[in-house]
Each structure stands twice: as structure tokens, then as C-alpha cells.
């Protein structure tokens, strides 16, 4: 093969690659972005009032540690929302927003068999739900399918729904969890909307 068909070659694969990639960086999906961070930076600023009004245990407060209740959240099966990492080629776009929305729903599963014992949590899974709805519109404007390897988690948390204390400490980690987890959806969402492939 001779330079000038390599070269073409070349040209024709670095195209292709710049028009698959270019949906992630359009400005459609950086507005979608940042309204998504936009919804998670409401969540932050009502975590706490929702905390007030469904925790009643003393010494549960947001910014307690909750790892002296580690031993309870693995014997109730408390299930810890997917880990989000800075992107990179391991830690794809792709994986990132799986990752968010497999979090978003696992969050909103917990508030809804929560919601069934504990009034003040509704909010908090109506911009879950707002938020799903948000990441999807993301893989579809970026063109993304999500990482099949990423189930939901599965919640069985009706046997501990019946003891008052253990029902307050499953919304305390929630809600702990959740906080930390729109900690990093937000760093997330601010590297996506500036993300060039």
C-alpha cells in the first residue's frame, strides 16, 4: 500500500471517529447537562429538611459519619449507590451516566418503600424521577447506550420496615448517601458538559 492510501485511510477512520464522538460535546447535550445539575444542586439544598422530617433518632445528623452503623446497613441489605470516578478511557461517558442513572434509581427505589412508613420524602423521589427522566435524555443525545453490566440493585428491606429504629436508620444512610451521591453527580455533570472526546 502506498503513502497516500494510508494517509487517506487514516483520514476516513479519524473522520469517522470525530462524527461518532461529536453528539457528547453538542450543545444540546450540554444544556440537558446542566439542566441535570441544575436538579441535582435542588436535591442538595432539600436533603436536609427532608432529613429533619423524617429522622427523629438523636445523634443521626447529616454531618454525622455513618459508619459506625455499618455493621446494620449490611446485616438490613442497605444497598450502596454505583461508584461515579473522574472520566477517563476506563470511565467512559457511557459507563458515567449508567452509572447515574442506575445511583438516581436506586435512590428513588429506597424513598419509595421509605415513603410507604415516613411522610416528608416524596419531593426528594419526584426529582429522582425528574432526574432519571434527565440522564436518559443525556444517553440519547449523546448517543449512548449505557453498560448492560449495571443492574439495579434489588431492595428487600420489608423485614426491617416493621422496627421503628431500623426504619430510621435506613432513611439516615439514604439520605446520607444520597447527599455524598449528588456530591459527585454534580463533579460528573460538570465534566460531561465539558467533555471532548
Do not use: W
Request: aromatic share 4%; net charge neutral.
Amino acid at each position: 500500500m502506498d503513502t497516500t492510501t494510508v494517509v487517506a485511510l487514516l483520514h476516513c477512520f479519524l473522520f469517522a471517529s470525530l462524527v461518532q464522538s461529536a453528539p457528547i460535546s453538542s450543545p444540546a447535550f450540554k444544556e440537558a447537562a446542566n439542566r441535570a445539575k441544575t436538579l441535582v444542586e435542588k436535591l442538595l439544598k432539600d436533603i436536609p429538611a427532608a432529613h429533619s422530617a423524617a429522622v427523629s433518632t438523636e445523634g443521626f445528623t447529616l454531618s454525622g459519619q455513618i459508619s459506625n452503623l455499618q455493621l446494620m446497613v449490611t446485616s438490613m441489605g442497605i444497598p450502596a449507590a454505583p461508584v461515579l470516578k473522574p472520566l477517563s478511557d476506563r470511565f467512559t461517558p457511557d459507563r458515567c451516566l449508567s452509572h447515574m442513572s442506575a445511583g438516581s434509581q436506586l435512590f428513588q427505589d429506597l424513598l419509595g418503600v421509605l415513603s410507604s412508613k415516613l411522610s416528608g420524602l416524596e419531593d426528594l423521589r419526584a426529582d429522582l424521577r425528574d432526574l432519571l427522566t434527565l440522564i436518559n435524555k443525556l444517553k440519547e443525545l449523546g448517543e449512548l447506550g449505557g453498560d448492560a453490566s449495571d443492574q439495579s440493585a434489588t431492595l428487600d428491606l420489608a423485614p426491617h420496615l416493621h422496627d421503628s429504629y431500623k426504619v430510621q436508620v435506613i432513611v439516615h444512610v439514604t439520605l446520607t448517601q444520597l447527599r455524598s451521591f449528588c456530591h459527585d453527580l454534580t463533579r460528573s455533570l460538570r465534566a460531561l458538559a465539558t467533555y471532548r472526546p
